[in-house]
Protein backbone atom coordinates (compact mmCIF):
# COMPACT_ATOMS: atom_id res chain seq x y z
CA UNK A 1 0.00 0.00 0.00
CA UNK A 2 2.82 2.23 1.05
CA UNK A 3 4.08 1.68 -2.60
CA UNK A 4 0.88 3.84 -4.07
CA UNK A 5 2.26 6.97 -2.87
CA UNK A 6 6.08 6.90 -3.74
CA UNK A 7 4.67 6.31 -7.71
CA UNK A 8 2.08 8.77 -7.50
CA UNK A 9 4.93 11.22 -5.89
CA UNK A 10 7.26 9.80 -8.39
CA UNK A 11 4.70 10.89 -11.20
CA UNK A 12 4.11 13.97 -9.79
CA UNK A 13 8.20 15.47 -9.66
CA UNK A 14 8.37 13.94 -13.39
CA UNK A 15 5.26 16.01 -14.61
CA UNK A 16 6.59 18.85 -12.55
CA UNK A 17 9.77 18.50 -14.35
CA UNK A 18 8.48 17.96 -17.72
CA UNK A 19 6.37 21.72 -17.31
CA UNK A 20 10.14 23.44 -15.97
CA UNK A 21 11.46 22.01 -19.78
CA UNK A 22 8.46 23.67 -21.67
CA UNK A 23 8.33 26.47 -19.92
CA UNK A 24 12.41 27.26 -19.96
CA UNK A 25 12.02 26.85 -23.76
CA UNK A 26 9.29 29.44 -24.08
CA UNK A 27 11.54 31.55 -22.04
CA UNK A 28 14.46 30.65 -24.57
CA UNK A 29 11.99 32.04 -27.18
CA UNK A 30 10.86 35.04 -25.09
CA UNK A 31 14.51 35.85 -24.80
CA UNK A 32 15.38 35.41 -28.06
CA UNK A 33 12.73 37.93 -29.03
CA UNK A 34 13.91 40.38 -27.17
CA UNK A 35 17.69 39.97 -28.10
CA UNK A 36 16.33 40.51 -31.90
CA UNK A 37 15.02 43.56 -31.20
CA UNK A 38 17.48 45.12 -29.25
CA UNK A 39 20.19 44.42 -31.99
CA UNK A 40 18.03 45.75 -34.44
CA UNK A 41 17.62 49.18 -32.06
CA UNK A 42 21.37 49.29 -31.68
CA UNK A 43 24.42 50.45 -33.45
CA UNK A 44 26.10 47.04 -33.40
CA UNK A 45 26.11 44.42 -36.22
CA UNK A 46 27.03 41.69 -33.74
CA UNK A 47 27.45 41.21 -30.00
CA UNK A 48 30.27 38.55 -29.19
CA UNK A 49 31.30 37.02 -25.94
CA UNK A 50 34.01 34.30 -26.01
CA UNK A 51 33.82 31.94 -28.62
CA UNK A 52 29.95 33.06 -29.43
CA UNK A 53 29.10 35.69 -31.96
CA UNK A 54 24.80 36.45 -31.81
CA UNK A 55 24.36 38.49 -34.94
CA UNK A 56 21.34 38.79 -37.20
CA UNK A 57 21.54 35.62 -38.56
CA UNK A 58 22.12 33.69 -35.16
CA UNK A 59 18.62 35.34 -33.80
CA UNK A 60 16.65 35.09 -36.44
CA UNK A 61 17.04 31.64 -36.44
CA UNK A 62 16.90 31.11 -32.80
CA UNK A 63 13.46 33.00 -32.98
CA UNK A 64 12.55 29.96 -35.32
CA UNK A 65 14.18 27.20 -33.34
CA UNK A 66 12.84 27.72 -29.95
CA UNK A 67 9.29 28.74 -31.47
CA UNK A 68 8.58 25.46 -32.88
CA UNK A 69 10.61 23.14 -29.96
CA UNK A 70 8.16 25.18 -27.75
CA UNK A 71 5.17 24.13 -29.56
CA UNK A 72 6.71 20.44 -30.08
CA UNK A 73 7.29 20.56 -26.26
CA UNK A 74 3.88 21.71 -25.29
CA UNK A 75 2.51 19.13 -28.22
CA UNK A 76 4.42 15.99 -26.49
CA UNK A 77 3.05 16.90 -22.73
CA UNK A 78 -0.24 15.32 -23.79
CA UNK A 79 1.28 13.12 -27.47
CA UNK A 80 4.27 11.29 -25.13
CA UNK A 81 1.73 11.17 -21.79
CA UNK A 82 1.92 7.29 -20.26
CA UNK A 83 5.09 6.71 -22.27
CA UNK A 84 7.62 4.40 -20.13
CA UNK A 85 10.51 6.92 -21.15
CA UNK A 86 8.77 10.42 -21.15
CA UNK A 87 11.52 12.03 -18.57
CA UNK A 88 14.44 10.89 -21.09
CA UNK A 89 12.37 12.11 -24.18
CA UNK A 90 11.96 15.85 -22.96
CA UNK A 91 15.11 16.12 -21.68
CA UNK A 92 16.86 15.00 -24.67
CA UNK A 93 14.73 17.52 -26.64
CA UNK A 94 15.26 19.87 -24.48
CA UNK A 95 18.95 19.66 -24.64
CA UNK A 96 18.75 19.15 -28.30
CA UNK A 97 17.00 22.62 -28.50
CA UNK A 98 20.35 24.36 -26.85
CA UNK A 99 22.52 22.25 -29.00
CA UNK A 100 20.59 23.78 -32.26
CA UNK A 101 21.32 27.22 -30.02
CA UNK A 102 24.91 26.39 -29.69
CA UNK A 103 25.69 25.80 -33.28
CA UNK A 104 24.19 28.91 -34.69
CA UNK A 105 25.46 30.70 -32.12
CA UNK A 106 29.08 29.64 -31.96
CA UNK A 107 32.00 31.88 -33.30
CA UNK A 108 35.04 29.23 -32.63
CA UNK A 109 35.51 26.44 -35.51
CA UNK A 110 35.57 23.68 -32.71
CA UNK A 111 32.64 24.97 -30.56
CA UNK A 112 31.11 24.61 -34.17
CA UNK A 113 31.72 21.04 -35.27
CA UNK A 114 31.60 20.02 -31.31
CA UNK A 115 27.54 21.30 -31.71
CA UNK A 116 26.94 20.01 -35.09
CA UNK A 117 28.38 16.45 -34.30
CA UNK A 118 26.30 16.16 -30.63
CA UNK A 119 23.53 17.88 -32.30
CA UNK A 120 23.59 14.55 -34.72
CA UNK A 121 24.09 12.00 -31.85
CA UNK A 122 21.23 13.44 -30.26
CA UNK A 123 18.81 13.38 -33.21
CA UNK A 124 19.64 9.53 -33.53
CA UNK A 125 18.94 9.12 -30.22
CA UNK A 126 15.24 10.61 -30.32
CA UNK A 127 14.82 8.81 -33.39
CA UNK A 128 15.61 5.48 -31.81
CA UNK A 129 13.43 6.33 -28.61
CA UNK A 130 11.25 3.33 -28.08
CA UNK A 131 14.14 0.88 -27.12
CA UNK A 132 12.34 -2.26 -27.96
CA UNK A 133 11.20 -1.79 -31.40
CA UNK A 134 14.04 -3.40 -33.53
CA UNK A 135 12.74 -1.21 -36.36
CA UNK A 136 13.52 2.56 -34.17
CA UNK A 137 17.02 1.08 -33.36
CA UNK A 138 17.82 0.29 -37.01
CA UNK A 139 17.00 3.58 -37.67
CA UNK A 140 18.75 5.47 -35.21
CA UNK A 141 21.83 3.49 -35.78
CA UNK A 142 21.90 4.22 -40.04
CA UNK A 143 21.13 7.35 -39.10
CA UNK A 144 23.91 7.75 -36.42
CA UNK A 145 26.27 6.60 -38.87
CA UNK A 146 25.56 9.09 -41.62
CA UNK A 147 25.69 11.80 -38.94
CA UNK A 148 29.20 10.92 -38.09
CA UNK A 149 30.33 10.68 -41.51
CA UNK A 150 28.61 14.20 -41.94
CA UNK A 151 30.22 15.10 -38.71
CA UNK A 152 34.11 14.11 -40.02
CA UNK A 153 33.40 15.87 -43.46
CA UNK A 154 32.60 18.81 -41.45
CA UNK A 155 35.69 18.94 -39.44
CA UNK A 156 37.59 17.97 -42.59
CA UNK A 157 36.53 21.01 -44.32
CA UNK A 158 36.88 23.41 -40.76
CA UNK A 159 40.59 22.09 -40.40
CA UNK A 160 41.42 23.13 -43.68
CA UNK A 161 40.01 26.39 -43.30
CA UNK A 162 41.66 26.80 -39.71
CA UNK A 163 45.23 25.53 -41.19
CA UNK A 164 45.13 28.03 -44.77
CA UNK A 165 43.34 31.02 -43.20
CA UNK A 166 45.24 30.64 -39.66
CA UNK A 167 42.36 31.82 -38.25
CA UNK A 168 39.83 29.81 -35.45
CA UNK A 169 36.78 32.54 -35.57
CA UNK A 170 34.17 31.37 -38.57
CA UNK A 171 32.97 35.28 -39.25
CA UNK A 172 37.56 35.47 -39.44
CA UNK A 173 37.64 32.46 -41.75
CA UNK A 174 34.58 33.92 -43.82
CA UNK A 175 36.16 37.01 -44.21
CA UNK A 176 39.73 35.12 -45.33
CA UNK A 177 38.59 32.17 -47.04
CA UNK A 178 37.85 34.43 -50.51
CA UNK A 179 41.31 35.38 -50.71
CA UNK A 180 42.93 31.60 -50.51
CA UNK A 181 43.92 29.68 -53.84
CA UNK A 182 41.27 27.96 -55.56
CA UNK A 183 42.26 24.63 -55.03
CA UNK A 184 43.36 25.10 -51.48
CA UNK A 185 39.36 26.71 -51.16
CA UNK A 186 37.37 23.91 -53.24
CA UNK A 187 40.14 21.65 -50.51
CA UNK A 188 38.10 22.90 -47.87
CA UNK A 189 34.27 23.77 -49.67
CA UNK A 190 33.56 20.27 -50.88
CA UNK A 191 33.99 18.43 -47.30
CA UNK A 192 31.72 21.65 -46.00
CA UNK A 193 28.85 21.28 -49.02
CA UNK A 194 28.81 17.05 -48.61
CA UNK A 195 28.41 17.79 -44.74
CA UNK A 196 25.67 20.06 -45.55
CA UNK A 197 23.90 17.71 -48.23
CA UNK A 198 24.28 15.00 -45.45
CA UNK A 199 22.52 16.97 -43.11
CA UNK A 200 20.24 18.40 -45.21
CA UNK A 201 18.97 14.45 -46.45
CA UNK A 202 19.18 15.87 -50.08
CA UNK A 203 19.97 13.06 -53.01
CA UNK A 204 21.84 10.47 -53.12
CA UNK A 205 22.05 11.11 -49.27
CA UNK A 206 17.82 10.75 -48.38
CA UNK A 207 18.25 7.53 -47.25
CA UNK A 208 18.45 8.56 -43.84
CA UNK A 209 15.81 10.52 -43.58
CA UNK A 210 13.37 8.92 -44.83
CA UNK A 211 14.10 6.19 -42.72
CA UNK A 212 13.86 7.78 -39.71
CA UNK A 213 9.91 7.73 -39.48
CA UNK A 214 10.16 5.46 -36.44
CA UNK A 215 10.89 8.97 -34.49
CA UNK A 216 8.42 9.81 -32.63
CA UNK A 217 6.15 12.55 -34.42
CA UNK A 218 6.98 15.21 -32.75
CA UNK A 219 10.56 14.97 -32.72
CA UNK A 220 9.67 14.37 -36.83
CA UNK A 221 8.43 17.51 -36.56
CA UNK A 222 11.46 19.03 -35.04
CA UNK A 223 13.73 18.01 -36.86
CA UNK A 224 11.94 18.87 -40.78
CA UNK A 225 11.12 22.11 -39.26
CA UNK A 226 14.73 22.99 -37.61
CA UNK A 227 17.81 20.09 -37.72
CA UNK A 228 17.61 19.24 -41.47
CA UNK A 229 18.56 23.21 -42.11
CA UNK A 230 21.33 23.24 -40.53
CA UNK A 231 23.12 22.19 -44.06
CA UNK A 232 21.63 25.94 -44.92
CA UNK A 233 22.86 27.42 -42.40
CA UNK A 234 26.08 25.77 -42.95
CA UNK A 235 26.10 27.40 -46.37
CA UNK A 236 24.83 30.68 -44.92
CA UNK A 237 27.37 31.03 -42.13
CA UNK A 238 30.08 30.47 -44.86
CA UNK A 239 28.78 32.62 -47.43
CA UNK A 240 31.48 34.98 -48.52
CA UNK A 241 34.07 31.19 -49.21
CA UNK A 242 31.19 29.73 -51.28
CA UNK A 243 30.20 32.66 -53.38
CA UNK A 244 33.69 33.49 -54.22
CA UNK A 245 34.44 30.32 -56.59
CA UNK A 246 31.87 30.05 -59.31
CA UNK A 247 32.55 26.87 -60.14
CA UNK A 248 31.54 25.59 -56.50
CA UNK A 249 28.25 27.75 -56.24
CA UNK A 250 27.51 25.79 -59.84
CA UNK A 251 27.77 22.74 -58.11
CA UNK A 252 26.22 23.60 -54.50
CA UNK A 253 23.01 24.73 -57.55
CA UNK A 254 23.14 21.36 -59.45
CA UNK A 255 23.13 19.39 -56.30
CA UNK A 256 19.80 21.36 -54.96
CA UNK A 257 18.06 20.99 -58.08
CA UNK A 258 18.75 17.25 -58.07
CA UNK A 259 17.77 16.76 -55.10
CA UNK A 260 14.71 19.40 -55.41
CA UNK A 261 13.02 16.88 -58.46
CA UNK A 262 13.92 14.27 -56.86
CA UNK A 263 12.27 14.66 -53.88
CA UNK A 264 9.03 15.79 -55.52
CA UNK A 265 8.92 12.67 -57.73
CA UNK A 266 9.16 10.61 -54.74
CA UNK A 267 6.48 12.57 -52.93
CA UNK A 268 4.46 11.92 -55.80
CA UNK A 269 4.04 8.15 -55.33
CA UNK A 270 4.47 7.67 -51.20
CA UNK A 271 1.51 6.22 -49.97
CA UNK A 272 2.72 6.52 -46.51
CA UNK A 273 1.65 10.06 -44.78
CA UNK A 274 4.92 10.63 -42.84
CA UNK A 275 6.81 9.16 -45.30
CA UNK A 276 5.31 11.49 -47.71
CA UNK A 277 6.55 14.64 -45.77
CA UNK A 278 9.24 13.87 -45.49
CA UNK A 279 10.21 13.18 -49.26
CA UNK A 280 8.46 16.74 -49.64
CA UNK A 281 11.46 18.27 -47.20
CA UNK A 282 14.34 16.50 -49.54
CA UNK A 283 12.46 18.33 -52.03
CA UNK A 284 12.19 21.43 -50.17
CA UNK A 285 15.77 21.28 -48.76
CA UNK A 286 16.91 20.73 -52.46
CA UNK A 287 14.65 24.53 -53.27
CA UNK A 288 16.84 25.64 -50.42
CA UNK A 289 20.23 24.63 -51.15
CA UNK A 290 19.28 25.92 -54.93
CA UNK A 291 18.56 29.63 -53.20
CA UNK A 292 21.90 29.27 -51.90
CA UNK A 293 23.77 28.31 -54.94
CA UNK A 294 22.43 31.20 -56.58
CA UNK A 295 23.80 33.35 -54.21
CA UNK A 296 20.56 34.65 -52.06
CA UNK A 297 21.27 33.05 -49.25
CA UNK A 298 19.20 35.48 -47.15
CA UNK A 299 16.02 34.25 -49.14
CA UNK A 300 16.88 30.68 -47.95
CA UNK A 301 16.59 31.82 -44.81
CA UNK A 302 13.79 32.54 -45.37
CA UNK A 303 12.50 29.47 -46.87
CA UNK A 304 14.30 27.88 -43.91
CA UNK A 305 11.71 29.44 -41.57
CA UNK A 306 8.96 29.26 -43.72
CA UNK A 307 9.06 25.36 -44.60
CA UNK A 308 9.76 24.89 -41.20
CA UNK A 309 7.01 26.65 -39.61
CA UNK A 310 4.82 24.76 -42.07
CA UNK A 311 6.42 21.18 -42.14
CA UNK A 312 5.68 21.25 -38.15
CA UNK A 313 2.24 21.88 -38.52
CA UNK A 314 2.12 19.37 -41.22
CA UNK A 315 3.97 16.26 -38.96
CA UNK A 316 1.93 17.34 -35.76
CA UNK A 317 -1.65 16.74 -37.55
CA UNK A 318 -0.24 14.27 -39.45
CA UNK A 319 -2.61 12.02 -37.57
CA UNK A 320 -5.42 13.12 -38.24
CA UNK A 321 -4.98 13.40 -41.83
CA UNK A 322 -5.12 9.10 -41.82
CA UNK A 323 -8.82 8.63 -43.06
CA UNK A 324 -10.11 5.06 -43.63
CA UNK A 325 -11.21 5.58 -47.52
CA UNK A 326 -10.89 4.37 -50.57
CA UNK A 327 -8.28 5.70 -53.04
CA UNK A 328 -9.16 8.48 -55.39
CA UNK A 329 -9.33 7.42 -58.93
CA UNK A 330 -6.82 9.69 -61.26
CA UNK A 331 -7.10 9.57 -64.40
CA UNK A 332 -3.61 10.40 -66.12
CA UNK A 333 -3.30 13.34 -68.16
CA UNK A 334 -3.27 17.29 -68.40
CA UNK A 335 -6.52 18.92 -67.38
CA UNK A 336 -6.41 21.70 -69.68
CA UNK A 337 -9.16 23.56 -68.84
CA UNK A 338 -7.10 24.28 -65.12
CA UNK A 339 -4.10 25.01 -66.91
CA UNK A 340 -5.85 28.01 -69.11
CA UNK A 341 -6.67 29.82 -65.83
CA UNK A 342 -3.86 28.10 -63.78
CA UNK A 343 -0.56 29.49 -66.30
CA UNK A 344 -2.13 33.41 -66.53
CA UNK A 345 -2.51 33.33 -62.11
CA UNK A 346 0.71 32.23 -61.78
CA UNK A 347 2.33 34.15 -64.15
CA UNK A 348 0.68 37.22 -61.69
CA UNK A 349 1.63 36.16 -58.82
CA UNK A 350 5.21 35.50 -60.26
CA UNK A 351 5.30 38.92 -61.16
CA UNK A 352 4.13 40.13 -58.34
CA UNK A 353 6.55 38.34 -56.15
CA UNK A 354 9.71 39.84 -58.05
CA UNK A 355 8.22 43.28 -57.61
CA UNK A 356 8.06 43.06 -53.81
CA UNK A 357 11.21 41.04 -53.33
CA UNK A 358 12.98 43.48 -55.80
CA UNK A 359 13.54 40.43 -58.13
CA UNK A 360 15.39 42.14 -61.43
CA UNK A 361 13.78 40.47 -64.52
CA UNK A 362 15.76 42.43 -66.73
CA UNK A 363 18.54 42.45 -67.00
CA UNK A 364 18.59 39.04 -65.79
CA UNK A 365 20.90 37.43 -63.16
CA UNK A 366 19.89 34.55 -60.55
CA UNK A 367 16.95 36.47 -59.53
CA UNK A 368 15.17 35.41 -63.08
CA UNK A 369 14.80 31.65 -61.50
CA UNK A 370 13.68 32.30 -58.81
CA UNK A 371 10.91 34.18 -60.31
CA UNK A 372 10.16 31.26 -62.60
CA UNK A 373 10.10 28.33 -59.58
CA UNK A 374 7.74 30.84 -58.28
CA UNK A 375 5.38 30.25 -60.95
CA UNK A 376 5.86 26.70 -61.71
CA UNK A 377 4.86 26.23 -57.47
CA UNK A 378 2.07 28.99 -57.74
CA UNK A 379 0.83 26.91 -61.07
CA UNK A 380 0.97 23.10 -59.07
CA UNK A 381 -0.79 24.96 -56.76
CA UNK A 382 -3.42 26.53 -58.73
CA UNK A 383 -4.12 23.12 -60.08
CA UNK A 384 -3.80 21.51 -56.52
CA UNK A 385 -6.89 23.39 -55.67
CA UNK A 386 -9.51 21.00 -56.41
CA UNK A 387 -11.92 22.10 -54.34
CA UNK A 388 -12.62 25.09 -56.22
CA UNK A 389 -13.77 23.33 -58.77
CA UNK A 390 -17.49 23.55 -58.23
CA UNK A 391 -17.41 27.70 -58.33
CA UNK A 392 -18.41 28.83 -62.05
CA UNK A 393 -15.52 29.78 -64.59
CA UNK A 394 -16.00 33.36 -63.45
CA UNK A 395 -15.13 33.01 -59.86
CA UNK A 396 -12.35 31.30 -60.40
CA UNK A 397 -11.10 33.34 -62.92
CA UNK A 398 -10.84 36.08 -60.18
CA UNK A 399 -10.55 34.25 -56.86
CA UNK A 400 -7.83 32.00 -58.20
CA UNK A 401 -5.13 35.36 -59.29
CA UNK A 402 -6.48 36.44 -55.81
CA UNK A 403 -5.00 33.30 -53.35
CA UNK A 404 -2.08 33.67 -55.52
CA UNK A 405 -1.22 37.02 -55.60
CA UNK A 406 -1.99 37.03 -51.56
CA UNK A 407 0.58 34.09 -51.21
CA UNK A 408 3.29 35.26 -53.32
CA UNK A 409 2.90 38.96 -51.68
CA UNK A 410 3.70 37.33 -48.57
CA UNK A 411 6.24 35.03 -49.86
CA UNK A 412 7.91 38.23 -51.42
CA UNK A 413 7.99 40.58 -48.36
CA UNK A 414 9.27 37.79 -46.57
CA UNK A 415 12.25 37.76 -48.42
CA UNK A 416 12.25 41.11 -48.30
CA UNK A 417 12.78 41.23 -44.54
CA UNK A 418 15.07 38.72 -44.57
CA UNK A 419 17.32 40.34 -46.82
CA UNK A 420 16.79 43.73 -45.10
CA UNK A 421 17.23 41.73 -41.52
CA UNK A 422 20.73 40.02 -42.47
CA UNK A 423 22.04 43.45 -44.74
CA UNK A 424 23.93 43.42 -41.87
CA UNK A 425 25.61 39.65 -42.35
CA UNK A 426 28.43 39.50 -44.98
CA UNK A 427 27.71 37.86 -48.10
CA UNK A 428 24.09 36.48 -47.74
CA UNK A 429 22.96 38.36 -50.90
CA UNK A 430 25.39 37.95 -53.86
CA UNK A 431 22.98 37.36 -56.94
CA UNK A 432 25.29 35.10 -59.62
CA UNK A 433 25.32 35.67 -63.44
CA UNK A 434 22.78 33.27 -65.13
CA UNK A 435 25.14 30.83 -66.75
CA UNK A 436 23.73 27.72 -69.03
CA UNK A 437 23.44 25.01 -65.97
CA UNK A 438 20.94 27.36 -64.37
CA UNK A 439 19.02 28.14 -67.51
CA UNK A 440 19.08 24.74 -68.66
CA UNK A 441 17.79 23.54 -65.15
CA UNK A 442 15.00 25.85 -65.50
CA UNK A 443 14.16 23.98 -69.01
CA UNK A 444 14.23 20.97 -66.88
CA UNK A 445 12.03 22.08 -64.30
CA UNK A 446 9.40 23.19 -66.65
CA UNK A 447 9.41 20.39 -69.00
CA UNK A 448 9.45 17.75 -65.53
CA UNK A 449 5.96 19.82 -64.50
CA UNK A 450 4.15 19.34 -67.54
CA UNK A 451 5.43 15.58 -68.26
CA UNK A 452 4.64 14.47 -64.51
CA UNK A 453 1.40 16.93 -64.40
CA UNK A 454 0.18 14.64 -67.21
CA UNK A 455 0.64 11.68 -65.30
CA UNK A 456 3.66 10.31 -67.13
CA UNK A 457 4.74 8.16 -64.03
CA UNK A 458 1.21 6.30 -63.64
CA UNK A 459 1.17 5.46 -67.47
CA UNK A 460 5.15 4.13 -67.11
CA UNK A 461 4.86 1.16 -64.61
CA UNK A 462 8.71 0.90 -65.26
CA UNK A 463 9.28 4.52 -64.46
CA UNK A 464 6.49 4.54 -61.57
CA UNK A 465 8.52 1.15 -59.83
CA UNK A 466 11.81 2.94 -60.49
CA UNK A 467 10.94 6.60 -58.69
CA UNK A 468 8.99 4.32 -55.86
CA UNK A 469 12.08 1.94 -55.35
CA UNK A 470 14.54 5.28 -55.18
CA UNK A 471 11.87 6.82 -52.70
CA UNK A 472 12.12 3.97 -49.96
CA UNK A 473 13.91 3.93 -46.59
CA UNK A 474 15.67 1.58 -45.68
CA UNK A 475 14.29 -2.09 -45.63
CA UNK A 476 15.45 -2.93 -42.00
CA UNK A 477 13.62 -0.01 -40.45
CA UNK A 478 9.79 -0.48 -41.88
CA UNK A 479 7.45 -2.11 -39.97
CA UNK A 480 6.07 -5.18 -41.63
CA UNK A 481 2.94 -5.33 -38.83
CA UNK A 482 0.96 -2.53 -36.40
CA UNK A 483 1.33 -5.14 -33.49
CA UNK A 484 5.19 -5.16 -34.22
CA UNK A 485 5.17 -1.21 -32.47
CA UNK A 486 4.16 -2.03 -29.53
CA UNK A 487 6.41 -5.54 -29.18
Known amino acids: MAARPVIACSKMGMSRMIRVLTSFVWLLFAGSSCAALGLWFSDAEAW ?35 DGRIGAFFARLTVLTLVVLLLITADHLVLFALAWAA ?84 FPFHGWLLSSMTAPTPVSAFMHAGLVNAGGILLARFAPAFTAQGEIMTLVFLLGAVSALAGSLFALVQSDVKRGLGASTVAQMGFMVMQCGLGFYAAAMA ?25 ETV ?25 VSGKALWPADSGLLLVVFAVLAAAQAALSLKGWSHLSLAKRLVALPLVLGLAALVYGVTVALAEMALSGVPGTTAPQLLGLPELLVAFVFAAAWIAFGAGLHRKSGWLYTRILSAGQPSSVTVTARREAYRA
Do not use: N
Open 303 to 327: HLILHGLFKASLFLSAGSAVRRVAP
Open 119 to 202: MGLLLADLIGHVRTWPQAQAAARLCRLWFLGGSAALATGLAVLAIATGETSIFAVAAVAPTLSGPVLALALLPLLLAAAIQCGL
Open 48 to 82: TAGPLRIDALALLLAIAVTFVSGIVHAFSLRYMDG
Open 331 to 355: KPGLDLAGLAIAVPAALVAGLLFAA
